[in-house]
């Protein structure tokens, strides 16, 4: 008779760290790497927070909490490891925030602004679909084109409001981010290209630990490293009958 090899204990409390914690965070961070290789740090300008870079929490979900303070509780190494990476993600938010700051109250980036502003409107017909006027949104054009520069946007995605404006004038605007004429400005925004090159080195080494880590516990426990997915069993109804 062949022997039934039995599971490892503690290989379903592990599964859980795998597939609730340590997989959801391997994908988040290879996004967030992904953004911040193009420079996206996915910064907005009315929350003054990045929309698709988090604290290592908020990418997990709140019923699989409990199961991340149980993997910290045997993975201690991991918890400063978190820490590091969230510091260098709120030194990052903060550097884009006092920019963004610097430029809305800089007086010559409105004037700049404004000037795009008008020979934008000029130039655009009542029928034109793809560059609609933008006069319903002017009080805030300053702050759309500062946000753009903080997250490297170069194109837009075609159903923006400002795409033809930004298509137009995004170059123009780039000036700000090498050239700004009060030396302070072009050091806060080499402050924020620092903060996100190391927020991007910490964010590099943390997903190669945790696919370190996914590795050694799926061949230690047996693991496998995604959620096989569920069979259903039993009878198949017999949809055919009355």
């Not at 870079?53 to 409990?66: G, K």
């Not at 991007?200 to 230690?220: A, F, M």
Request: a negative charge.
């Amino acid at each position: 008779m062949t022997s039934i090899s039995q599971p490892k204990s503690g290989s379903r409390r592990v599964a859980e760290w795998i597939y609730t914690v340590i997989n959801p965070l391997i994908d988040a961070l290879r996004r967030e790497i992904g953004l911040l290789q193009e420079r996206n740090l996915s910064w907005r300008y009315h929350s003054q927070r990045f929309e698709y870079i988090r604290l290592v929490r908020e990418y997990i979900e709140p019923d699989a909490m409990p199961n991340l303070e149980d993997f910290l509780a045997d993975n201690p190494a991991f918890d400063q490891k978190f820490e590091s990476h969230d510091r260098n993600v709120a030194t990052a938010e903060m550097r884009a925030t006092a920019f963004y700051k610097m430029l809305i109250a800089a007086p010559i980036f409105d004037k700049d602004v404004n000037k795009a502003f008008q020979k934008y409107e000029s130039t655009i017909t009542p029928i034109q679909h793809d560059a609609p006027s933008l006069e319903s949104i002017k009080a805030h054009l300053p702050k759309f084109v500062a946000e753009n520069l903080i997250n490297n946007a170069h194109e837009l995605p075609a159903h923006y409001t400002i795409h033809s404006f930004w298509k137009t004038f995004a170059d123009d605007f780039q000036k700000y981010l090498s050239e700004f004429e009060d030396y302070k400005g072009r050091e806060s925004f080499r402050k924020v290209a620092q903060a996100a090159d190391a927020l991007k080195e910490t964010s590099l080494n943390l997903l190669r630990d945790l696919e370190s880590q996914r590795l050694t516990l799926c061949r230690e426990f047996d693991v496998p490293a995604a959620r096989p997915p569920v069979t259903v069993r039993g009878p198949v109804p017999d949809t055919l009958s009355s």
